[in-house]
């Protein structure tokens, strides 16, 4: 949802002068081209403008220390702006600081990087420079790895297929009418329900269609926007702002690593690239050791794994739907004799648009829009949108004498998601509160509400994630396809304590791609150059080897905005640099020319010497590119109210019918995409719950 524009946010001349430099540093292809820098600064304001307040003023803060006199001496031992500086003295001090050894240098480095990088790239003049192809829905398929498949249909299969190719249309599909957004608001609403989920993804949709379905009358508050099949326009510039959590810049206060979570209706079932994998039997016994019951063993949560793999139609994609980065993986891991496998998706009648990150146009996609959300509404549930939860009340204080579930008030702010402006207040009580917002917004809620403390906002768990780039001959075009479709996870608990990494596929629109990429100017332009030939590998690790401290933490600082920190273990790191040789060898194995790594500056790989170089090299923060999609932690289940956020009931300790039901909840990481997880857990709970 978009943001009131922080005060401030207008670029002073100062500011402009030290952004339009930047740009031209960056960008170092359009700042000849007439006003290309000016016209690119302006993109960037307008961004700013509309980013998260928070966000802006880091990166204003970040533009000052760079542009500031100060800043010039401390890397040039000259008090000179960076604006002053000749055209190769910026080049030479830019990347100076993202090479400095102080780490604030290289966080600032990152920070305006990635802003400059992404923003550019998602436009259509930069989607031209590169070769991107315009929506499949507006076209024939022009890859042999994307569009349906040829040939008769098969029974489940999850991949559409036809004898002849054709551009592909979207269903009209009207807003349903148990959906209310910011736009019918023009006051203050109180309401008294049974059930509130606050939040529409994994977790809380499954919540409000198994209380819906029950007999609850069940109100859905999600503070993002209600989009559907209409909207999806596949443009990643227009989509990834109303799609993503904090318009994608979400990031660790350090901005080692980007963090990229749904932020619509929806969640991250909405963006995600729908690969499908169940939590390892061992992972399972870990969950109990940490919980201290054994209420979370294979037998407790098989049924509803099998429950919902039927609800979301999970199965396997048949081979022929491979794209050419999904058959690197197998392929090479053919090669080196190492375990692969496809994997499972969610998917009915998919056409392999490989805009899974952006949306599904074609309803194909069995994310909670189409499924559990659908089910809640034909069950009586409602769903506000726009809908901030500030705080949740405890309404019976008597509540521990009489030995009742305490009443609770949610109290929200409904906010335009295009202008920001406040539409309506929400007072909604319920004697049972869901709360569904994620391993981030479900803390920060909580520590807004006063029922922080102990676990909450701690054990925050990540899979670190960096990709290794693969450069072949031919062809690859990794923007079409279905995104993941396979893995090899034959190094998935290869250290002492059963932890590991994975590796995946993963898609590579133009503005992420960028910012993934490390480095600027000529030679990264250069690269970007490369993208239709370029297969992108990532490796996932399994975080918190070696250790049950808290890694990493969420929290709400003074100014009420809500902040993460995040930290490698000694056993993750090693795993991550061997994640990061092992993917780069799978590359080579595959055929691939060269293995470009995310580290900073990037490392190349064509041989045993440079495969060497990669395990060697730094994975300290900001020394490589960190990504991830998979949050969770920060609430997590135990019987120790010290070390954990609910009981092993799924409510908070403390508070009778306080529920969480997302990936905050996991007690250590799955070390598996978590979305059957934390799908079949919440189904889990809101049983117990209901009996």
Known sequence: MANAPPPGVSLSRERRSTLEALVRTVLPQIASAGDGAIGAVSLIEERLRHAPPHISEDLLSALDVIGGRIGGFAVTGRPVPFASLGAAEQHRVFAAWGASAIPIARTVHQALRRLVLTTWYATDEARTDLGVHPPLHTRAPVASWEGPLQGDSVEHEPVARQHHPRPFHTPRVQVPSAVTTPDAFSGDVALNVDVVVIGSGAGGAVAAARFAEAGREVLILEEGEYLHAPDFNEIEGDMVPRLYAEQSMRATTDASVSVLQGGAVGGGTTVNFMMMLQPAEAVLDEWSRVVGVREFSLRDLAPHLDRVGREVHVSTPPYDSHTPANLAILDGARVLNWHSRSGMINAAGCVRAGTCSLGCRYDAKQSALVTYLPRAFASGARLFTGARVDRIEI?????????????????????????????????????????????????????????????????????????VLGFFGRETYPLAGIPQSALCDEFIARDANGYGFWIEAAPLQPALASAALQGFGQEHHAFMRRLNNLVPLIALVRDGSGSDASMGSVWVDRRGHVRMRYRLTPADRENLRLGIEATARMQLAAGAMEALSLHSPALRATDERGLRAMREASVAPNRVGLFTAHVNGTCRLGVNPATSGCSPTGERHGVRGLYVMDGSLLPVSPGVNPQWTIMALSSLLAERALN
């Open 395 to 467: 309404v019976d204080r008597d509540h521990a004498r009489s030995g009742s579930v305490p009443r609770k008030r949610v109290r929200a702010v409904v906010r335009d998601a295009r202008t920001g402006d406040v539409r309506g207040r929400l007072a909604i009580e319920a004697p049972v509160v869901v709360l569904a917002a994620g391993a981030v917004g479900t803390p920060a809620i909580l520590e807004r509400s006063g029922l922080g403390g102990g676990g909450v906002g701690r054990y925050l768990r990540l899979h670190p994630t960096t990709a």
